[in-house]
Every structure is written in C-alpha cells, then in structure tokens.
C-alpha cells in the first residue's frame, strides 16, 4: 500500500493501489469471471460504492493490472534499445529485465498470463503481448544476423521458448526463497544463452578440434 | 479412434479412445469442473447411459487422461535410467523425451499441467508430477556431480526452468506446424544444454584464454 496519503480516497486502509492488489490476488486464486464486486467488497471488508470511488468497474480494475505488467515489460524492452550495443547483449538485457519485472510484480505478471482474450480489456492485453513477442522476435533476429546468436532456431522459436521458461518461474517463486530476482535472472541467462552443458564436457573438444 | 473394433463397445463412431479424446478436448476447453457429462454426452451426440457403459464416472475419464500423460513422461524416465551412461546423456534424453510425449500427446499433457489439485484424483496426479520433478533434480545432480552440467544453479531450479521451457510449448504448438517434434527437442536441447550465445561471440575467448 502506497504511504502517500493524498492517494486515500476511500475508507482508511485501502487507497487505490491497496484496492488493486487485493483484488489481483482474488482473480489469480479464483478466476477474474468468477469474482464479483461483491466479492472483492466483502475480502477489502469495505462496501461495494467505496471501491467505485476508486474504479468505474471490474474491468478498470483488470486494465489497471493488467498495464502495470505491460508497462513495466514495454520498459524493458525500451531500455535495450535505448542502450544500443550488440542485439546479443540487448537480448541479455531483456531477458534479465524480464525476469526482474516477474519478480516485482509477480500478482499482475501472473493475471497477465492467464488472459485469454474473452473482454475488450483482455483483448487489447493479449495484442500488446503480442507487440512484445513480435519485438523480442526482431531483437533475436538481430544477434543472430550479426552472428552472435546461433541462427539454427527459428528466432520466433527462441522468444517463444525463453520467454517460456521466464513466464513458467510464475507457477513456483514465492518472495522471500532461497534466490532473489538477480540470482534468477542469473540463472536464466546461464540456461538461455550459455547453456547447461560443462564446456569441458564435450564443447572444448569440439571448439579446440 | 481405434481402429480395434474389439474395442467399440458403445455407438459406432466412438470407442473408449475416442469419448476419451473428446472428453479431454472438452475439459482443456471449457474447465473440466464447468463440463459436465451432460454436455459431453452432447458433444458427442450419445446418451449419458453410453458414455457410462464405458467409463464409471467423469472423474474416471480425467483419471485415464492425466494416467495417459504422467505414464509416458515416467516411461521417459524409466528409458534413460536404463539406457545408463553419463548423466548428462540421460538429461538430454529426458528433455528430448519430454518434447516428444507433449507433441504426441498434447491434449492430454495440456489437461495435466492445468491440474491444481481440487480433487483426490487431481491430487494423485499432481503427487505423481512431484515424483517426476524430484527424479528430474536427482539426475541433474548427478550430472553436476560428474562435472558434465554446470553446477553454479540449483538443480531444482534446473529442472524448473528446463520443464518450464518444455511445459510452455503447450501454449503455441499445433501439429502440422513448422516444426516437428524432433526439430522442437533439438532446439530445446540446443537452448537448455548448448546455449543460444555463439561460441565464436566470446565463449571461445574466455576458453582459449
């Protein structure tokens, strides 16, 4: 909940932010369709005019949400690009910040991935996913025509499949375990780009001939 | 649909193999708790009577589902165990294998990785997975034990992230696509083993020192 006091419109414990995770919370645990805001009213323990003062709808909610992920996914991607360089080190970049956002924003990046199209709100979500699919497709397509990224997948196969990886850290981390947003993104990065195997298990062979 | 006519016990059209391939198809769709047997039994234009001369409940149907699913991603298991070797050679084996039983059987592993737990036969199945991950771990282990796989990451988080990836293909992957299944376990083991970073870019570098 957010200190800043201007922001309390409602009843003392729920400005407009408190309101917003309680309520991801409750459409993560049972579905955005079937919680009310009757529902949502009686978790906030406020009444249901008491949260309209805050958001026209349900669906003002969800959108809110839903483009804090976005946002904060969209800002990465920025960031890679404002920071120029290598595709290759921009796709680190990338992946990393993903990561990080999961992490910060875990509730609304896991609503994000539930969305499945059926409102207006859900709909324009799922294009700017796609928009971020599609420009995380063109950052690989990148690194692999300078070369620094293997050019034997597919570059939409790649995003489809880090980004999955990425995306599956939903379904286990819990705040507070044993590895914090770095040391994941660390990880995911050692997987995604360096790759498991022990060079000098078979790959030095190889790369020494 | 089999081809066995032994098997056809109920209406010509649908054996056993066939209601159940429908039913999966049904509960993937619209939640197995909001499809009834009332609207599978629509779906397949028989009576209810006949869809219970076959199976003794819905829970039954989603029971041989989830068995469909969990039995070939052990028998994967049980494949690399025997083929023994380094543990490495059976790591990749196992994601290989993976891909390869979510292609053929991706209906029935989409239904899988949707189980949360709501009922016993939910809960039998997800203890199940629990054993498959930890056997996954075991093997990563392993081969971060005989220095063939990095061993700067945990192994559960390994064995996360590599499955994360693998479970994710689920989301995009329709047969009769680009890839085959063959192409997409390749381009797992190249993600997850090798690493998307050209050697060439610095890799080659660091080891030749």
């Known amino acids: ?10 009843r003392p414990g729920y400005d407009q932010q408190g309101i917003l995770e309680v309520a991801v919370a409750a459409f993560n645990q ?8 009757g529902v949502l009213a009686d978790r906030l323990g406020l009444s ?40 290759a080190d921009r796709v680190d970049h990338v992946l990393r910040g993903a990561v990080r956002v999961l992490v ?3 509730s609304s990046v896991t609503l994000l991935l539930r969305v499945r199209g059926n409102t207006e709100v859900e709909r ?12 995380v497709t063109a950052l690989v397509e990148e690194a692999q025509a300078e ?19 990425i995306n599956s850290i939903v379904e286990w981390y819990r705040p507070g375990g044993r590895e914090d947003a770095d040391k994941l993104a660390d990880d995911v990065i050692a997987v995604a780009l360096d790759g498991l195997r022990m060079p000098t298990s078979n790959r030095v062979d190889e790369l020494l001939g």
Request: net charge positive.
């Open 104 to 106: 910060a924003k875990l």
């Open 1 to 10: 909940m957010s200190e800043n006091g201007s922001l309390r419109r409602g």
């Open 48 to 87: 249901k005019s008491a949260i309209y003062h805050h958001f026209a709808s349900k669906d003002e909610i969800l959108e809110r949400a839903l483009d804090d992920a976005l946002g904060a996914l969209e800002g990465v991607l920025s960031e890679a690009d404002a920071a120029g360089g290598r595709a």
């Open 30 to 37: 049972y579905g955005y369709d079937a919680t009310s805001m």
């Open 147 to 165: 070369g620094t990224l293997r050019s034997d997948i597919d570059a939409s196969v790649v995003a489809r499949l880090t980004f999955g990886m």
């Open 124 to 135: 324009r979500a799922l294009a700017r996913r796609r928009a971020f699919d599609k420009a």
